[in-house]
Every structure is written in C-alpha cells, then in structure tokens.
C-alpha cells in the first residue's frame, strides 16, 4: 500500500480509537506476530520474522470496536482480533497484514451479579482476573485452564476453551450467558437475553469458536459458582485403558466428579512419573469430586465401589492432590516439551465406542509414519456419553529440520496424518484449542457439505472476508 | 507466559507491556532480527517489581535480561533521551529528579550520631512529608539520628536506569563509604534497603555498619517502650511493597506494626503476591500510566472494602495518595503509628 493512503488509514484509525491507542511501531508489529503457536515460536527462535499487521488498534469499548471494523470495511483491510496471544493454533497470527484489533483495553469487570450467578465483562479482561473478581465476592469461575493467567475471555470464547474442571462444571461454551458482538459490518447486536430458549438457534454458540471470522466478541456474561465446601482427589492405577473407560462410564451415569484425568501407559511412566511420582505401570487416572460434604462423602462411595469392581489400585489422595497443585506446571518448559523440539496437541473428542479406536489408530499411524516421532496421550473432559483424548507428538531436536521451512513442513504432515486420522475414525478436528491457520485445510474433511453452513453465513456476515482471513477454513 | 499480574501491562492494556512480549523482544534482538534500539522504549516500561518473576512457574526472571538490555544500550548508546534526561540530572545534582531537598528537613541533617537515618532518594526528593513524619517519629521516641544527603545515592536510581554499570557500582560504594561511618544505619525506602542487602552483597560492596530496615526498627523502638501506642480496632490495609515482601522475604513486619494499633484486613494481591502501586522514577516520564496503576491498586482495595491502605515505600506513598478516591486514605507506616500514640 503506498505511504499516502497508508498514512490516510492511520488517521481514521487514530480517530476511531485515540492515537495512544493505535500504533504501527516496530515493537507493537513484532509483539503482536507470535503467539504460542510452535510454527511462530519456532519461526523467531531461527531468526526470521513472522508475518505482522500494518496497524495495531486497541479499541475500549464496541463502538469503538464498531468504528475500527467499518474503517477496515471500507478500505477492505483484514482484521486479525488479538487477546493474550496465548493460542496454539495461529488463530490470532495475522497472516495477511492489515489490522490487529488486541482487546486487552476492553477488561472492565461491569458488574458482579450474585443474584443470576454471572460476571458481566469485557472480553479483554484476562481470565485470572474475572477469577478474582469472583474470588473476592467469595466465588469462583470453575474455568481453570493451563492459560488461566495468559488469555483472554475473549480468546476462551475464540476457540471454545475448556479447563480442568470441565466434566463438572462444563467448558466456556456452557458457561456464557449472554454476549455482546460487534459485527463486521460495526453493526452491534446482542446475542439474547438468556442462554436457554426456543426463540430460534442459539446465536451464542454460532460466535463461540468462530475465531473472529465472523465478528469481535466485546462483552460477555460468564457464570460463576458457588465455592465447594469440599474438593477431594482419589488417585488410581488401572491394568489398562478399556477397564478405565468402562469404570469412568459408569461413574458418570451416576455423578459428575470434577476432574477426571486418564493418562496414557506412556505418560503415566513419562510425565505422571516425573511430577507426581507414580512410579507403578499402568494407566494413572486422578478423580476430584467437589461440593457439598454430605453429597461429597456419598460420592466417594460409589467412585470407590465402582473403580475396584474394575480392578482399579486405589492411590489415595496424595498423588491427586499433588497433580491438582501442580495441574498448570504440567503444560510449562522445563516441565514439559519445548523447542527446539517440535512437539503439538491433536486433542480430539468422541463417543466411548470410538475414543479407544482413535487413540490406537492415531498413535499407530503417527508412530509408524514418522519413526522418531513420540506420541503420549491422556483422556480429560469427560461426558456421560464420551471423552476427550488429548494426544500429543514430540519430536527431539535432532531429528527437527535446521531450516525453518523444512521444518515447517514436517510439522504440517504430521498435523495432517494425525487429524486425518482421528476424522477417520470417527473424531474431530479439534477439542479445545481451536483451528485456527494450523488445521483449517482439515474442516472441509471433517464436515463436507455441512462446511456451506459455515460458509454461508461467512458470506452474508463478512462479504468483503476482511475477518481473520484464512482462519477456521474460511 | 503470565498476562494477568504486571501492574503496567495491567494499566497501559499493551501486548507489548507482558513479560512475555519482552522475552520475544529481547530474544529476537540477539537472533539479529531486530535492533535495539526498536525495543528499548519498551524495557524501559517495566518497573523491574518482579510479579512476573513470582508468578513464573518455568523459574524464569525477566528481570535480568532487561537489566541485561540496559547495559547494552548504554554501551550501543542507543538509551532514550528520556532516560538520558534523568542521567544528566544525576550527573549535575547526584539525584536523578535534579531538584534540591525540601527547605524544611534542613534541621535534620549532619547532626551529631551514630545512627544514619538513610531515606532514599524518592523520599528525599519527592517525598518531604514522608522524611518530616518519620524524622518526627524518630524524634519523639528519644532516637538521635542524622541524615546524610550523599548517603542517599545508593545506587539503586542508577541501576534501575542503567543496570549495572561501573558508575552504578561506584555510586554503591561512595554511599557505603559515608554509611560505614555510623554505627548504625535505618533505611527507610525497603528499594534502597533491598539494594544494600542484595545488589551491594553480590558486587562485594563492604557494609560495616548494622543495617536494619524502617519497619524493623519502629517495632523495636514500640516493643521496647519507647513508642508508646494504643491498639485499637481500626481497620488498616497493607500495600505490601515487592521489595519488602518479595525480594527481602519480610511481609510480616509490617503486619507486626498494624497489630500494634489495629486491626489487618488483606486485600486481594498481599504479601508475595502484591502489585506495584507507583513508581516515582517512571513516573517522571510515563506519568499517565503510573497513576493507571495506582488507579488499579485502588479499585483492589475498594472492591474489599478497605478504606485505608498503610504503605511502607514513598514511591507508593505519593501515587496512591495522588489517585486517592473519595472516602478513602493512605498513611504510610510513620503516619499509621503516629495517629496512634498515647
């Protein structure tokens, strides 16, 4: 684009969000490039520059969101929206220039209602402290994500976030009441009164997960809970995975325990050893089940009767408890993989009849494709009729590719061959960490001609496709 | 790595005000992809609290490499010409606000004592109330005490500015020269005292005199009669100051203090955990944010109703004090005890 109408975008910009407020200097362009995303990471750590925006705004509120999205409209400039840039799937990257829109100045804690149950906040708040917002009025968000302290709510809602203690409380998805979304044409809409109704599709859930391709999130109602008289952890080891799959199903027939975390015969002798100190083979699986004491107590009966009908070792507390101190360190260097090696999640979901299936079938492919590649896996966010397999690849230094383009190759086949599969097999391309730049080639597999739903209101929404471009598979 | 807990980041919303953004910052300067001169503005944004450092659960301290890109800039001579400004100001005056102490403490200075009463350059400079109320605290428990005004050069202005360098570590052991002759030395500002304890051990800097901190030595003085104060069921807050509580491990003294006259009621963010609540040093050149932050540290306060916060370093002092919303108070520690004596 050339300096002098450049230099006209910039005005409006300025004008629309204060000139404090827009920036298009070196360090703003470079911090907003790389999120933790292992293709940026690995991208500046060999030296080379990721892709940046021309221009970085941080509006405060939505109109001022409204005015900056019909100044890009209008020059037809794309918009990537940027929260904590704590993502993984280059969701937030902006790989085609033009407008970073970070939402950080829009964090305000409007009101805590104690009455209905919800924070109302801008989606720029970091999650942390909407938690303490909660904390302080003696509640709790049950979002504990490993990215608690580094995203946004805007980021959770981008992607459809989940934490640690999902298979209870439910992921981000179950906890929004209601939002306010600024459209890409600055139209301000409100998605609806409450979250629970028969007044049409929830419009909720069409913006959850739509990675700002089809609009900003700028305000939202997320709920709070009530703090648990009691939270206890049961740590056991089972022979294998089938018989913790059929416990864990059955359980969840009959109550909700917060956390249930099933690790893999590989990361149980990997990272469960390392951290928690389970030296035993097996498969570990971690139980916290929360509440009210008396139902608490009821409920570590039946957890207790029902994993020994499965021939589960009971562990006690201890290693539950150290796993819940240190459930965030688990996802941290030092801990866990860093570069150089090159490692990724390929969380997926299923019912129980195929989740076992895909876990095999994902690490028999990935490990007999590509021979130094590790594959580890847990089962976290249970439901009552399927789970979540969060599989992970690891690929030491030595065999990680010198050149960046090489290795950015690699990186893409294995993604490729390890989704392809768990679709195959019945999974999806994604749980929880979202499509973002990473596997968005992979939607059109996972829905087929269901993906036009998706594309139509793309079209109608965004008509000039300025929204996060080449996100989600639009 | 950690959004939620640094208090300019928190203030500015800037990506570029995160730990994280100065790691990717400093990182891809020394890959050669970018000059230092496109990130320095931005090292200079950090307080240097170490919440980050605190918070960090990979054991990482961004401290060090952002004290590491200041040596750098001063040797690439590529230092802002804010900072430059405060340097020149150092040169000329030895203090780094450049302006002369305040008329009024004149009475305190270069009397005849074996205790140096040490208050640090913020307090001097930019705090006048806070050296009067302490010195007449001092006074009123019977404590013959001096000030000394080159004493005050520590060398903690330097180091925030530019690291440590031979004119930081020079100024570190005039200032132990002129301390060495006291027999003891009360350190006012816990920033110096953490400098003292910390940065002047690591550089082999000779401190002869006994060192105590303000705190400390206000419970002596009240633990041994000579202050005499009243406790009573006023509820005071602590504005924990991450020298004290982090870097010197001592958040208990000043609660030792509150419990001699009243009643504690913590705040979200205590202890280890507090936030920065102003910096008087940043305050000259990104003065608009330093009061975000002590806005920031107020709407903590309010939100646990705690309607009057007791601070234990001036810089704090003056920016809450400055920001103080209707209904509500700061009293430093001198303020808090004196409110309170028989």
């Known amino acids: 684009m050339n300096e002098f109408l450049q230099t006209q975008i910039i005005t409006e910009l300025e004008d629309a969000v204060g000139e404090e407020n827009c920036s298009v200097k070196e360090i703003d362009k470079l911090t907003h490039s790389v999120d933790y995303f292992w293709l940026s990471r690995m991208w500046a750590d060999r030296g080379r520059r990721m892709p940046e925006a021309d221009y970085i705004v941080s509006p405060k509120d939505a109109e001022e969101t409204s005015k900056v999205l019909k100044i890009a409209n209008y020059y037809k400039i794309p918009v990537t929206t940027w929260g904590g840039g704590g993502g993984t799937q280059g969701g937030a990257l902006p790989v085609a220039g033009g407008i970073i829109l970070d939402t950080k100045r829009m964090n305000k804690i409007y009101e805590v209602n104690t009455d209905s149950m919800y924070i109302e906040c801008g989606t720029g708040a970091i999650y942390k402290h909407v938690e303490w917002a909660a904390n302080e009025k003696g509640y709790a968000t049950m979002h504990y994500p490993s990215s608690l302290t580094c995203s946004t709510v805007g980021g959770f809602l981008a992607h459809r976030g989940i934490g640690v203690v999902s298979t209870k409380y439910g992921k981000i998805d179950d906890m929004v009441l209601s939002m306010e979304v600024v459209l890409p044409n600055g139209d301000i809409i409100n998605t609806s009164n409450a979250p629970k109704h028969a007044a049409g599709p929830d419009l909720n859930q069409i913006f959850i997960g739509s990675e700002g391709t089809l609009g900003v999130i700028t305000k939202a109602q997320i709920r709070i809970y009530e703090q648990p008289e009691v939270r206890r952890f049961r740590g056991f080891l089972f022979k294998d995975m089938s018989s913790a799959f059929k416990a864990s199903r059955e359980i969840l027939q009959k109550f909700k325990p917060s956390v249930m975390r099933l690790y893999d015969n590989a990361e149980t002798a990997s990272l469960i050893k390392k951290i928690v100190g389970v030296e035993k083979p097996g498969a570990f699986m971690n139980v916290a089940y929360e509440g009210v004491k008396e139902l608490v107590d009821v409920e570590e009966k039946i957890l207790l009767d029902t994993f020994s009908k499965y021939g589960a070792e009971d562990l006690g507390s201890e290693y539950g408890e150290k796993w819940w101190k240190e459930k965030i360190t688990f996802f941290y260097p030092g801990h866990m993989m860093d570069l150089p090696q090159m490692f990724g999640t390929m969380d997926t979901i299923a019912p129980y009849d195929k989740i076992e299936k895909i876990y095999w079938a994902m690490k028999n492919k990935i490990e007999s494709t590509f021979p130094h590649v590790k594959f580890i896996a847990h089962f976290s966010h249970w439901y009552e009729w399927g789970c979540m397999v969060y599989d992970r690849f690891i690929v030491d230094k030595e065999y990680v590719p010198e050149d960046p383009v090489e290795a950015m190759k690699l990186h893409n086949k294995i993604w490729t061959v390890g989704v392809r599969e768990a679709i195959a097999n019945g999974g999806v391309v994604n749980d929880h960490h979202g499509v973002g730049i990473k596997l968005g080639r992979l939607m059109k597999e996972q829905y087929g001609p269901a993906m036009q739903v998706f594309e139509g209101i793309k079209k109608s929404l965004d008509p000039n496709g300025i929204m996060n471009p080449f996100k989600l598979g639009l | ?342």
């Open chain 2, 1 to 342: 790595m950690c959004r939620h807990i640094c208090p300019i980041g928190n203030a500015t919303g800037q990506e570029r005000n995160t730990a994280r953004a100065r790691a990717l910052c400093a990182s891809v300067v020394v890959r050669g992809a970018e000059k230092i001169d496109d990130i320095i503005d931005n090292i200079y944004e950090c307080s240097l609290c170490g919440a980050c450092t605190n918070n960090c659960i990979t054991g990482w301290d961004p401290k060090i490499f952002i004290q590491e890109v200041k040596a750098d800039a001063v040797l690439n001579g590529v230092i802002p010409p804010y900072i430059k400004d405060l340097l020149t100001k150092y040169q000329q005056t030895g203090n780094v606000y450049g302006i002369p102490y305040d008329e009024s403490l004149k009475k305190y200075f270069d009397r005849e004592s074996n205790i140096l009463f040490l208050v640090g350059q913020d307090a001097l400079y930019k705090s006048a109330n806070s050296v009067k109320n302490a010195c007449e605290l001092l006074k009123k428990a019977g404590v013959n005490f001096t000030l000394n005004e080159k004493s005050n050069s520590t060398g903690s202005a330097l180091w925030f500015l530019v690291g440590k360098t031979a004119d930081t570590k020079q100024s570190a052991e005039q200032s132990a020269e002129i301390i060495n002759g006291y027999e003891k030395v009360v350190v006012y500002d816990p920033v110096d005292l953490k400098f003292i304890k910390r940065e002047w051990a690591e550089w082999g800097v000779t401190v002869k005199a006994e060192i105590i901190g303000f705190n400390a030595f206000l419970i002596d003085l009240i633990d041994s009669g000579k202050l005499n104060v009243v406790k009573s069921d006023k509820a005071y807050t602590v504005q924990d100051n991450y020298a004290y509580s982090r870097e010197l491990d001592d958040s208990e003294t000043v609660r030792k203090l509150v419990d001699r006259v009243g009643v504690n009621k913590e705040m979200l963010l205590n202890g280890k955990e507090t936030n920065l609540a102003g910096h008087l040093i940043m305050n000259e050149y990104m003065k608009e944010v330093q009061s975000k932050v002590a806005a920031n540290r107020w709407e903590n306060a309010k939100n646990m109703d705690c309607k009057t916060l007791v601070t234990e370093n001036p810089a704090e002092y003056e920016l809450l004090k400055e920001n103080c919303p209707d209904g509500y108070r700061v009293l430093s520690v001198e303020e808090m005890i004196s409110e309170n004596i028989k």
